[in-house]
């Protein structure tokens, strides 16, 4: 079980701030899990559609769309951040 | 060099925190503010609603801060950024940085603001007078381009 | 815009001072502060004491400000530079600078004191602890260098 | 006549804030200025010794040594600033 947090409006888009999912074993980057979520259904389609955009944090830190998920246990996905 | 970093909904007052840093330390020369405030874009916003990413907001200004200390010889620096409903007029973001000399704290202080605007997990929702949502500010490419200037060779 | 320029010798409020720029101006995205503070010079200083060419001082500034508004888009500008006897962590010199935008108002305050350090009629004599004087503050060739990077080119 | 003021330890060395000369026909430059008050004595000549660093302000502005006085009323010697 991992869990997945989403902010913004990546969070609108998906109907929901946060779920824990079970990650297939074929799935350990990134963009493995951003292409393994949008088969979960419309919603996560819509919101990932232009996924060069979307943000992603591994336990709290930046990280690349190739980076390896390892033994991450929280994945936030939101897009570019406005704050300041 | 001890960062504060706070994230908070309240407001803050920025002589309080130019205290902190000022008083009992009599090395300090310098002291920079910076505190950005809700704009009300020709007359047509209601509020910002500023969402946030708790934990990682406060890790990474962290973040940000121990860098802005292991590159200038500061006094003391503090980062304070809201989140919540903020009204046109009300601040959303203080940076204060003190150093021994000047060009330091102003660095330091732009440093600062550049990366939170580009990496702190915050995102700003628009609410016109007229109820309607405006919806989430895009991020500006301006801002991305901000921080290329602080790329050390 | 509309700049401040006082000579003075009293204590200043910079919340006070940043509060003239921002309230009622909803345009105001970004306040930037400068406060320059006595230091104790490794605890042997007993006062600076500071003297001004009244009349040319705030003329001077008011040129300077002059220029900055020129240069950035502004919408208000704040300085105020003390005088006469000002002991270690009391403040000698205050910009306040607002603009829209948050790069304006940070090179603004910037290019203020740059220049106020080094063209606004002002020295200072350093008192000892032990009753001496430590003579006249030497001008450093470093403040001239850093009026260079304002240079238009 | 026009007047002169002395600032920091311009003004200590001369031992006076300020005064009023009448400035010979001769004398028309800053630099000529301060030529001709070195010749008034010790104090003039100890104050303006290293005359390369003194500021000169004709009437509240910033002037070069090779300026022209013309019609300025106050002129003002001091040494490098070191406000801020």
């Known amino acids: ?84 | 060099m001890i960062a504060t970093v706070l994230v908070q909904s309240e407001d803050f007052d920025i002589a309080a925190e130019i205290q902190k840093l000022t008083a009992g330390d009599r090395d300090v020369g310098a002291v920079v503010t910076f505190t950005g405030v809700c704009r009300d874009e020709a007359g047509k916003l209601s509020a910002l609603e500023l969402e946030h990413y708790p934990g990682m907001a406060e890790q990474e200004i962290e973040r940000i801060a121990k860098q802005a200390g292991k590159r200038w010889p500061l006094t003391g620096l503090i980062a304070i950024h809201r989140f919540g409903r903020i009204r046109p007029g009300e601040n959303i973001v203080l940076v204060v940085a003190a150093s021994k000399h000047r060009h330091a704290a102003f660095e330091a202080a732009s440093f600062m603001m550049d990366f939170m605007k580009s990496r702190a997990p915050f995102w700003k929702k628009e609410i016109f007078l007229d109820g309607t949502e405006g919806g989430w500010v895009d991020a500006r490419t301006k801002d991305d381009d901000a921080l290329d200037r602080w790329s050390e060779e």
Do not use: C
């Not at chain 1, 990134?30 to 088969?39: I, M, N, W």
């Not at chain 1, 559609?49 to 943000?55: D, L, P, T, Y």
């Open chain 1, 1 to 84: 079980m991992i869990k997945l947090v989403y902010f913004a409006w990546v969070r609108e888009r998906i109907g929901k701030s946060e779920e824990e999912i079970v990650l297939p074993e074929s799935v350990s980057t990134v963009s493995g899990l951003l292409d393994h979520l949008k088969e979960r259904g419309e919603e996560y389609r819509y919101a990932l559609e232009h996924s060069e955009v979307i943000r992603v944090a591994l336990d709290h830190r930046h990280s690349q769309h190739d980076a390896e998920i390892g033994n991450a246990s929280e994945i936030a996905l939101f897009p570019p951040m406005t704050g300041g």
